[in-house]
C-alpha cells in the first residue's frame, strides 16, 4: 500500500501552512529545515501545542529540550512538505525549498472563506496530484478514492484506505481493489500485509478533503459519491433506453452532475477567465501583463475548439453539458465526455497537457459512473489543438481514452475516437 502523509487534513490549514513555507522563503530563511518551518507551522495554529493547550511559546521551549526526533511539529513539516512536493506546491529536492506559481496560489488563499473558486483550486490540485508512493509505478489517489467509492456506494470510511492499495490507474487495478471491499477489515489488511496503523494512516487525509470539496458525502461512517447517477438531486437525465428483454438488468442512463450547466454550441466555453483557465500553470512569462495575454489567447483557442466540437455533437441530437469538464454530450444512453487541450509546440508542454487530460477524464468519470451505468456507455474523450504522439496517443488509449485533434476546419483521430464518436464526427475516421 502506498505510503501518504497524514498530518493535516483540512484545507483551510493547509493553504496556511503553504503561507509560512513562501514567507520563509521569501524572507531568505530555511523552509526545509523541520525545527524552523515547525515552529512557524505552532505559530500559525497549523499544529498544535500537545494535548493539553499551552501558550505556543511555553510549548515550543519545552520542545527544543527534547530530541528532535520526539518533537512532533518536526513531524508535521517534514510530512506537509511531502504532501505539497507531491500536489506540486513546492520542488523540495535541492538544499532550498523552491515554491511553485500553484503553490503561491494555495498559500494565497490563507484565511480567506471556502468559495467556489478556491474548491475549484483544491479540487483541481488533489484531482491532479499523482503518486509512486515506493511502489515503482504511477496512480491518481485522489481519483482512485473516487471511482472506489462510486463503485461501492456507501462504502464504510475505513475500506476508503484501498485508494492508497492501486498501483496505477487502469480498470484492472480498480476491480482488484473493489473486490475487497465486501471482506472483513481485518481479512483486507491481513491479505494486503498491511498493519493496523498504516491502515489507520490511510485513511486520515483524502476521505476528509473529498468532503470539504463536496464530491463525498458522508453519513455517519459511510461515503457515496455526491453525484451519484441514482441520487434523487442529480442532474438531468437522458430519455430512457428501450425496454431490457426479460430477466436482464435494466441499464441506468447516465446523468450530468447537478452541479453542471446545460448549455448550447453558442453558450458553452463562456464561463472561464484568463486567471482560472488551467492551461498553462509553470510556463508563464515572468511580466505579469504578457502572462495574461498568453492566458488570454490560449483560453481563446481553447474555447474555440470546444464549441466547434461541441456543434458537431449537438448535430448529433446531443444534449450538452459543462462544467466541470469541458462537453458533457449525452445522446440516448450514452455519455460523451471531452476534455480540450490547447498546445504550444514544446515537448514538455504536451506532456503536461496529456497528463492532464488523462487525469481529468479519469475523474470526471467517477461522477457519472455507478455500479448501475454500464461502463462503456461513458466515453472518454480528449481533443487536441494538433496531433500528438503516438505513444501519448497509445498511452490514453490504454486507458480508455480515444484522441481527436483539429485538423483545419475538420477534426481527425485515431481508431478508438472513430469507434466512439466516429459517428458523430464524421471527418474522424
Request: hydrophobic residues 40%.
Amino acid at each position: 500500500m502506498k505510503g501518504f502523509p497524514n498530518q493535516v487534513a483540512d484545507l483551510g490549514k493547509l493553504a496556511t501552512a503553504m503561507r509560512c513555507i513562501v514567507r520563509l522563503v521569501d524572507a531568505g530563511e530555511q523552509a526545509r529545515d523541520d525545527g524552523v518551518l515547525g515552529e512557524a507551522l505552532v505559530r500559525a495554529r497549523v499544529a498544535g501545542t500537545g494535548h493539553s493547550p499551552q501558550p505556543v511559546e511555553i510549548y515550543l521551549r519545552s520542545q527544543r529540550q527534547k530530541k528532535h526526533s520526539s518533537q512532533s511539529h518536526r513531524t508535521t513539516a517534514r510530512g506537509l512538505r511531502e504532501l505539497f512536493e507531491i500536489l506540486g506546491f513546492i520542488n523540495d529536492s535541492g538544499d532550498t525549498v523552491q515554491v511553485t506559481d500553484l503553490g503561491r496560489r494555495a498559500a494565497a488563499f490563507a484565511d480567506s472563506p471556502m468559495n467556489q473558486e478556491q474548491i475549484s483550486f483544491w479540487r483541481r490540485a488533489f484531482r491532479d496530484m499523482s503518486h509512486d508512493g515506493g511502489d515503482g509505478e504511477r496512480s491518481h489517489p485522489y481519483q482512485v478514492l473516487l471511482r472506489l467509492i462510486a463503485r461501492k456506494q456507501r462504502i464504510l470510511k475505513p475500506k476508503c484506505a484501498l485508494a492508497l492499495e492501486a498501483k496505477n490507474d487502469s480498470s484492472e487495478e480498480l476491480e482488484r481493489i473493489v473486490a475487497l471491499v465486501d471482506l472483513r477489515e481485518d481479512q483486507i489488511r491481513s491479505r494486503l500485509g498491511v498493519s493496523r496503523s498504516n491502515w489507520a494512516n490511510a485513511v486520515k487525509v483524502l476521505p476528509k478533503i473529498a468532503e470539504q470539496l463536496r464530491d463525498v458525502i458522508r453519513t455517519g461512517d459511510r461515503y457515496e459519491i455526491a453525484d451519484a447517477p441514482r441520487r434523487a438531486d442529480a442532474g438531468a437525465a437522458v430519455p430512457p433506453a428501450a425496454p431490457a428483454p426479460a430477466g436482464a438488468p435494466r441499464p441506468v442512463a447516465p446523468r450530468a452532475p447537478r452541479t453542471s450547466r446545460a448549455v448550447t454550441p453558442d453558450t458553452i466555453g463562456q464561463a472561464g477567465t484568463a486567471e482560472t483557465f488551467d492551461e498553462p500553470e509553470a510556463r508563464l512569462p515572468a511580466d505579469p501583463a504578457v502572462a495574461v495575454r498568453t492566458r488570454l489567447d490560449r483560453l481563446r483557442r481553447h474555447n474555440l475548439i470546444v464549441r466547434k466540437l461541441a456543434a458537431r455533437l449537438a448535430a448529433g441530437h446531443g444534449n450538452l453539458f459543462e462544467d466541470p469538464f469541458d462537453i458533457l454530450a449525452i445522446i440516448e444512453e450514452l455519455a460523451i465526455m471531452v476534455e480540450v487541450k490547447t498546445l504550444d509546440g514544446t515537448v514538455d508542454d504536451e506532456r503536461e497537457r496529456v497528463r492532464e487530460a488523462l487525469g481529468q477524464l479519469l475523474y470526471y468519470a467517477a461522477f457519472l459512473v455507478s455500479p448501475l451505468v454500464q461502463e462503456d456507455a461513458i466515453r472518454k474523450v480528449a481533443c487536441f489543438e494538433r496531433r500528438i504522439s503516438d505513444g501519448h496517443r497509445r498511452w490514453l488509449n490504454d486507458h480508455g481514452i480515444g484522441v481527436v485533434w483539429e485538423d483545419g476546419e475538420n477534426f481527425d483521430g485515431d481508431d478508438l475516437a472513430a469507434e466512439f464518436v466516429g459517428r458523430f464526427l464524421e471527418e474522424v475516421r
